[in-house]
């Protein structure tokens, strides 16, 4: 495995792969590798013949009251978990390689960021776009791995790709759940243990809620979720997918999303569903 910093080189090294047309697949992250880091990189290994693994905190995507200096960076410790599930090149450019003119074009994510998580980061999209553009781009990739826990993030980057008919494949990677059913995250270790015994109740609130989802109605979601994991809801909304938009007769995919707090962290989880298979 390499690690490049250079836009230059990246080109260089990935010449063969577009000469022989050879699939290369794109995990873009920022960098401190995690398990669901691993588990994308895994996907984009046993589906590509090269795969990029981008590690760049992104300063466009981090707002007033976020602070971008803080977040934790250890490319050291990323090639090692990298190199472990067989990715070939780790790009980690400096924020003046990937940003080198202020040209003034800026992105602007729309409706659907303004809503969910987006709504208490302002901007936060439009610095997720601006990055993303720009890997995709410079990589060049056959398919890029994005995970549906982060299910907004998601959504609004298959709309950039389906509307202005960018050429790459967004491979979605399901959410990767314990055993009882919680989402992994490495913020479960704040739950309290009397709250880490309540928290699977949210996804299984969430599965009761999309076999009924024809009623749903917010404040009764919202009801539910609270008896169910003694927690406080930040929202509950069924949309579509991936517009983000309330569900119409047309619609053939729906997102149920939500945000749980407690008393030391804020748990995030969704399920995204075909209408046809809503009470399977």
Partial sequence: MKIIKTIAELHEVLAPAYDAKQTIGLVPTMGYLHEGHQTLAKAAVAENDIVVLSDFV????????????????????????????????????????????????TFEAGPASNILCGATRPGHFNGVLQVVTKLFQIVRPTNAYFGQKDAQQLAIIQMLVRDYNIPVVIRPIPIV????????????????????????????????????????????AIQAI??????????????SYPDLQPP?????????????????VRLIDNIIFEVGEARV
């Fill in 58 to 105: 992104n300063p466009t995507q981090f707002g007033p009251n976020e602070d971008y200096e803080a977040y934790p960076r250890d490319l050291a410790r990323d090639a090692r978990v990298a190199e472990e599930v067989g990715v070939h090149y780790i790009f980690a450019p400096s924020v003046e390689e990937m940003y080198p003119h202020q040209g003034g074009i």
């Fill in 248 to 264: 119409k007769a047309t619609d053939q995919q729906l997102i149920l999303a939500t945000a749980l707090y407690y008393s030391n």
């Fill in 177 to 220: 759940r314990e055993e009882d059913g919680l989402a992994k995250s490495s913020r479960n270790v704040f739950l309290t243990a009397e709250e880490r015994a309540l928290a699977p109740q949210l996804f299984a609130t969430l599965q009761t809620l999309r076999k009924n989802y024809e009623q749903f109605d917010e404040a009764a």
């Fill in 226 to 239: 609270e008896t169910a994991t003694k927690g406080k809801v930040d929202y509950i909304q069924l949309l």
